[in-house]
């Protein structure tokens, strides 16, 4: 099988004619791509078993020798290799890892996922822990939706007695798909289903030429197909995880090795750039425009509880402070988590004024008191903007900073408020420690870096004058 491109340019033929081929191509580069290559026609180039053989075997040679040296890969040697691991046990590995790099890059992973491990080794230890636990692990990796669905699958599996061996049964778990079934069941317990994530929509896009939407359910059925028919029947865990090796190392997004690919020889995506210079391998997979996130603004109040002290930010500082944090909601984004008090503003009113008329009236509702009349306000003012983006919205947080200095027990902030949300009252230390999104630290950092300007900016004013304004 040639390595090189060049041997591309020297294959024999395909069924399809160049000179149509530079037509198409020269009228538009999508449409070219379109009229060029047919899913019969990218059939027929693998063939039906001697070139799948030969792809399998070409393929699992270069991973046997490239692969990357991952810890979910040693826990997820085949038994028998002398790891001593069970096969549960390995697919406990690959289930936590494969849930990890999802939506993440895999230098990140490696250090959650070693920690992760390292305090829950087994799926009975995960069932065991609580929520809070697990988001506070997970703090940073965003898509928080991830760790809970870990969490209740863990539980789900342990209640049921056995971890699931089948990608069928597999499906079964929550938060569990069809991506990561094809994973734990293929590299785990050897069953010959395919994998299809990002890495392998690339590969096999550009390996059968397709240029239909990836995004479109049909094109997705048929990736799902086409590798399933090239899944290797006594290696599928290794052939799967060589396909997605390959999409995030050689077949790369913009920089393709097609030099170094061990598939290069049967490459349709490869065959046609070599035949007509406007025709790239990158042409593959189309490029599809992603739907603009949703525009969402937000108040965010930093409530600073500083009790029985003076009434400048100096005298706050320095002292056993308290933040409000509230937990969000148990459905919808960021479920479950904590966070400063935050209301939805709409964009025409995200002055000042507005926002903190709006979260006056959350911190009333949500606090059963009235702020203004319970306590004294020793500081309140905007810090700055934060803009943090989810993959469906666009979310810009007007942040502000309110010290308060209250007039009685502290604790009564503490009570659930009338909509069931859950507060709670937390120092400093604490801030910093618990596993709060990095939306949220980041919103906290710019606090802190305010009140070290305005700290530094108040060392500098005369003491009559600084308590004047700071009221
Ligand atoms: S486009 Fe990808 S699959 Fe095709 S030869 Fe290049 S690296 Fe290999």
């Known amino acids: 099988m040639a390595k090189n491109p060049k041997a591309a340019k020297n294959r024999r033929p395909t069924t399809r004619r160049p000179r149509a081929v530079a037509a198409t191509v020269t009228a538009s580069a999508s449409a070219d791509i379109e009229d060029l290559a047919s899913p019969s026609r990218c059939r027929a180039v693998v063939g039906p078993t001697t070139a799948a053989a030969e792809v399998r075997a070409e393929l699992l040679r270069w991973y046997d020798a490239n692969r990357r040296d991952l810890p979910w890969r040693r826990a997820a040697e085949p038994a028998g290799s002398g790891s001593g691991r069970g096969e549960e046990q390995r697919a406990y590995a690959v289930w936590v890892s494969e849930v ?16 992760w491990m390292a305090r829950w080794p087994t799926v009975d230890s995960l069932a065991a822990a609580t929520q809070e636990e697990v ?23 342990v209640e049921k007695g056995e971890f699931p ?21 293929s590299i785990a317990f050897n069953e010959v289903v395919p994998v299809v994530d990002g890495n392998v929509v690339r590969v096999i896009s550009r390996f059968y030429a397709i240029p239909d939407n990836p995004k479109e359910s049909s094109t997705v059925k048929r990736f799902w197909q086409l590798t399933g028919e090239l899944v290797d029947p006594s290696r599928p865990g290794d052939f799967n995880q060589a396909m997605m090796e390959l999409g995030a190392t050689l077949c790369s997004k913009t920089k393709p090795g097609c030099s170094q690919c061990p598939v290069s020889s049967h490459c349709q995506a490869l065959a046609l750039s070599s035949q007509n210079a406007s025709v790239k391998v990158t042409d593959f997979p189309r490029v599809v425009p992603k739907a603009k996130p949703r525009s969402d603004f937000a108040a965010v109040c930093v409530v600073q509880i500083s009790q029985g002290f003076g009434e400048g930010i100096a005298e706050a500082e320095g002292k056993d402070n308290l933040f409000l944090l509230i937990k969000r909601p148990e459905e919808g984004l960021l479920a479950g988590l904590w966070e400063f008090p935050s209301v939805l503003v709409n964009e025409g009113k995200t002055d000042t004024l507005n926002r903190r008329k709006e979260m006056d009236k959350y911190l009333k509702q949500l606090l059963s008191i009235d702020v203004t009349r319970r306590s004294s306000v020793i500081l309140r003012e905007d ?31 503490c009570k659930e408020g009338p909509d069931s949300t859950k507060l709670r009252l937390i120092n400093e230390n604490a801030v910093q420690s618990m596993g709060l999104t990095s939306g949220i630290r980041k919103v906290y950092n710019m606090v802190k870096v305010f ?16 308590s004047r304004r700071l009221k």
């Open 135 to 157: 988001n506070e692990m997970w703090a940073g990796l965003g898509y928080y939706r991830r760790a809970r669905f870990l969490l209740e699958g863990a539980k789900q599996i």
């Open 165 to 185: 061996r089948t990608a069928s049964t597999l499906r079964e778990v929550r938060g569990i798909g069809d991506y990561t079934a094809g994973a734990i069941a």
């Open 383 to 413: 810090v700055g903007q934060y803009v943090h983006i989810f993959s469906h919205i666009r979310l810009t947080m007007f942040v502000e900073l309110m010290i308060l200095n209250l007039k009685d027990d502290g604790e009564e902030l």
């Open 100 to 115: 990890m790099l999802q939506q993440t890059r895999v230098p990140v992973v490696v250090d959650y996922y070693s920690r």
């Open 451 to 466: 009140k070290e300007k305005r700290l530094k900016e108040q060392s500098q004013v005369p003491t009559r004058k600084r």
